[in-house]
């Protein structure tokens, strides 16, 4: 998943070498932290979240196989 994530953020961002995702994982979760370079926040956010609401329903559709919910805070 955290492959999946990269790759489908490096094009965004003008820094993809700063790009971190970080697992969390509960029992009946897993959280992942997207960490990118401050000035590519807004880039991965969009206009109104629409750019972060598309790459979370990609991601959350990627994991709907698995038992654990799945979860994507970009920071």
């Excluded at 965004?12 to 995702?21: A, G, K, R, T």
């Excluded at 994991?63 to 805070?73: A, E, P, Q």
């Amino acid at each position: 998943m955290e492959t999946l994530i990269q790759t489908i953020i490096e094009p965004l961002v003008d820094h993809p070498e700063e790009i971190q995702v970080n697992v969390k994982e509960d029992s009946s979760k897993m959280v992942y932290h997207l960490t990118v370079h401050p000035d590519d926040v807004g880039k991965v956010i969009g206009k109104n979240g629409r750019i972060a609401k598309a790459i979370r329903t990609v991601v959350y559709a990627a994991g709907s196989d698995t038992k654990n919910r799945i979860y994507l805070d970009i920071m």
